[in-house]
T-cell receptor, first 107, second 113 residues
């Protein structure tokens, strides 16, 4: 069983829709990361959080440590948000990654 | 400033050959990580350096894989006797220290024929 589970695996939305991607993990963590990976492979870190909620522009990330669950929300989605979104948890000295959620936002 | 860079961007080799993949971290970052990403999957941890030493190499799949960081900056991932199953994108990331956000390089796509 993977330590980090994401859902959904694939998500298609219309421009403007509110998007939610979920992440559940089974190990104790010191921090959780949300990453964005565009076609071609480049990975960009969106958030690193260990409690509560963070917001950056149209992106919001929340984490519930007790429930071992995090969500990434995108408000007013746009085609340029199309990418793979990866949840990763810091576990000791390394990170364990989810398989990613492929988001496609159609105009 | 410059981000994490990796060379080469693409490497095609034949089964059984030796390859070296290079990572240049952000200047001043003491922590450096290697990951491997197979098609359609999330990255998988390989090894973590703190300074010059490998603090955690538990993710290296077998003894054909080895990594060094002799001066605490540039790191080289070395793969001996490559196998077709080694084909993947090899990602490097660095952070100021192990507690900080990681910055990823663009990756090296390795194809073993």
């Amino acid at each position: 069983k993977n330590e980090v589970e994401q859902s959904p695996q694939n998500l298609t939305a219309q421009e403007g829709e509110f998007i939610t991607i979920n992440c559940s993990y089974s190990v104790g963590i010191s921090a959780l990361h949300w990453l964005q990976q565009h076609p071609g492979g480049g990975i960009v870190s969106l958030f690193m959080l260990s409690s509560g909620k963070k917001k950056h522009g149209r992106l919001i990330a929340t984490i519930n440590i007790q429930e071992k669950h995090s969500s990434l929300h995108i408000t007013a989605s746009h085609p340029r948000d199309s990418a793979v979104y990866i949840c990763a948890v810091r576990w000791y000295n390394d990170m364990r990654f989810g398989a990613g959620t492929r988001l496609t936002v159609k105009p | 400033g410059a981000g994490v860079s990796q060379t080469p961007s693409n490497k095609v080799t034949e089964k059984g050959k030796y390859v070296e993949l290079r990572c240049d971290p952000i200047s001043g970052h003491t922590a450096l990580y290697w990951y491997r990403q197979s098609l359609g999957q999330g990255p998988e941890f390989l090894i973590y350096f703190q300074g010059t030493g490998a603090a955690d190499d538990s993710g290296l799949p077998n003894d054909r894989f080895f990594a060094v960081r002799p001066e605490g900056s540039v790191s080289t991932l070395k793969i001996q006797r490559t196998e077709r199953g080694d084909s993947a994108v090899y990602l490097c990331a660095s952070s100021l220290n192990s507690l900080n956000e990681q910055f990823f390089g663009p990756g090296t796509r390795l194809t073993v024929l």
